[in-house]
């Protein structure tokens, strides 16, 4: 069973920094893109980074200079580094992956989420 599980959220003040994490784990044969998108309160879900096999990245204007996407195809594990943090960006905090399992087909695979939260 493949599984994308998200970690490294939290609570942390305005201008501060948090880094997220999502490995990817199960019966894998490859990973293509690796993303993270973003919900918040009564908002519909947004993107906000992706990156390809080969580490192209592409990132929402919102988060342009602040956030940076990379990823570690070893340890099928992508992480977004969040700097100078905003209010806006409070939002539970997932991450999808395009997967081709051993012996099956490509399908788009999403995490549970993980929330973070920026106080003023």
């Known amino acids: 069973q493949v599984q994308l599980v998200e970690s490294g959220g939290g609570l942390v003040q305005a201008g501060g920094t948090l880094r997220l994490s999502c490995a990817a784990s199960g019966s894998i044969f490859s990973i293509n893109t690796m993303g993270w998108y973003r919900q918040a309160p009564e908002k519909q879900r947004e993107l906000v980074a992706t990156?390809?096999?080969?580490?192209?990245?592409n990132y929402a204007d919102s988060v342009k200079g602040r956030f940076t996407i990379s990823r570690d195809n070893a340890k099928k594990t992508v992480y977004l580094q969040m700097n100078s943090l905003k209010v806006e960006d409070t939002a539970v905090y997932y991450c999808?992956?395009?997967?081709?399992?051993?012996?099956?087909?490509?399908?788009?695979?999403w995490g549970k989420g993980t929330l973070v939260t920026v106080s003023s």
């Open positions: 999808n992956a395009e997967i081709t399992p051993r012996g099956g087909y490509v399908m788009l695979y």
């Open positions: 990156i390809t096999s080969g580490g192209r990245t």
